[in-house]
């Protein structure tokens, strides 16, 4: 632990824990919560029924490997263009015309702030290529998701805009916002 302080764990967005199967990650998350208890912390499992405990130890992000194969094997059998789709957009973009999605964090400078979801919608669309789907509204250190949102949401500062772009339209999307992609710690 002296260690990960001295490495300045502390100043982490999130914390990615990597061990060889799920007790011994819910053993390591409990000791780490002892000593970084503020930081947020995301988990991979095999085990899908334990993602409940993993959150009640204080895990902010479960992913469980099967359910995402499943998830995936399904739509490829009853929608297979959605699940090509599913693929390309979790894949890391290798040209500037592949596809992705992000979020950028509206700061207090950013035009869209104070606008509704549905003018932003539109002008994200015409000005950069970029499809909007969401947003994450950040209310007293509490994230909602919200995924396409009534009109009459409002953007303000602090949410997050979820879009999909490709890589080229990241470029101008970084600039305009004035903030790098992903997640800022609260």
């Known amino acids: 632990y002296e260690l990960l302080n001295k490495l300045n764990i502390k100043e982490s967005s999130i914390v990615f824990v990597n061990l060889n199967d799920d007790t011994e990650k819910l053993v390591y998350i409990l000791n780490m919560k002892k000593f970084f208890n503020e930081l947020n912390y995301v988990v991979t499992l095999d085990n899908a029924n334990l993602k409940n405990t ?10 469980s490997k099967h359910e995402i194969a499943s998830k995936l094997l399904a739509s490829y059998i009853f929608e297979p263009d959605v699940a090509v789709y599913s693929e390309e957009i979790i894949a890391y973009p290798q040209t500037d015309e592949h596809y992705d999605i992000k979020e ?8 869209y702030k104070d606008q509704y979801y549905e003018k932003v919608f539109f002008d994200m669309k015409k000005e950069f290529n970029v499809v909007l789907i969401g947003m994450v ?3 007293e250190g509490k994230r909602t998701l919200l995924k396409n949102p009534e009109d009459s949401i409002k953007i303000t500062e602090g949410d997050y805009l979820i879009m999909i772009t490709n890589k080229k339209s990241v470029k101008k999307l ?3 916002f004035n903030v790098e992609e992903g997640y800022i710690r609260d």
């Open 137 to 139: 509204k950040v209310e």
């Open 54 to 63: 993993f959150q009640s130890a204080g895990v902010r992000y479960t992913i």
């Open 104 to 111: 950028f964090m509206v700061l207090d400078n950013n035009p």
């Open 174 to 176: 970084k600039s305009f």
